[in-house]
């Protein structure tokens, strides 16, 4: 029942294509957290920049380029605000304990940074993230400069074989790096890919997870 406990959503990489609705693809993405939902919570999933309608492309110039990867860093940081502050006058879902989870692009980028700058985040679960190591970015976006910075639990689950984001030098990597005390992370590593990983495996540890840090859902 109301208020809700709410977890803002990472979507990920098909969110950063041209020609993208807001509603259809936001809409796409709720078999990724259908199981959030049925569970009692709510997931609020804001139109991050760079995502869905609010797309943009990148520069072959490196100073333009360079500069895009700045203001979407610091975009990034206004829109996790403003959504918290919205949710701060809705009587439907709770502003207390706030979860984050965020999927590839969700955790590897936008969570990295939102997670590290905004204190009302409780909790944060990166589900195939890590830290980008196959190109150069902005230090403004670059996560090496963020995780260790974020210092609420953390639950990070990746897959032994994942190729976007390879275990040891991104996955393990970043778990390290985090500045959450020991007791307070988990890794849990799947004999998968970057996707596929066991459903009731990874639902249950996710639950399990917010129930720690949320409280059971009412």
């Not at 860093?73 to 701060?88: C, F, G, S, T």
């Not at 009587?91 to 980028?109: D, H, I, N, R």
């Not at 890794?187 to 949320?214: C, K, R, S």
């Amino acid at each position: 029942r109301a208020p809700f406990q709410t977890v803002l959503y990472g979507p990920p990489g098909n969110s950063v294509r041209p020609g993208l609705q807001n509603r259809d693809a936001v809409q796409g993405q709720i078999s990724n957290f259908n199981y959030i939902l049925k569970g009692g919570r709510a997931v609020v999933l804001p139109i991050w920049a760079r995502t869905y309608e609010r797309w943009s492309p990148s520069s072959q110039d490196p100073a333009a380029e360079n500069d895009r990867q700045r203001a979407i860093a610091i975009l990034w940081h206004r829109d996790v605000v403003e959504a918290l502050n919205y949710m701060e006058n809705l009587q439907e879902l709770s502003s207390e304990k706030v979860a984050y989870m965020g999927y590839s692009f969700g955790a590897g980028w936008i969570g990295q940074i939102v997670s590290a700058l905004e204190p009302r985040i409780a909790t944060s679960i990166f589900v195939s993230g890590g830290l980008v190591h196959s190109r150069e970015q902005n230090p403004f976006i670059d996560g090496i400069n963020f995780v260790p910075r974020i210092t609420q639990p953390v639950l990070q689950l990746n897959g032994q074989y994942d190729h976007l984001f390879p275990y040891e030098e991104s996955a393990v990597r970043h778990f390290n790096l985090l500045g959450t005390p020991p007791e307070q992370k988990k890794l849990v590593t799947y004999d998968a890919g970057h996707i596929g990983f066991p459903e009731n495996q990874m639902v249950a540890e996710i639950a399990d997870w917010l129930d720690t840090y949320q409280g059971p859902a009412r």
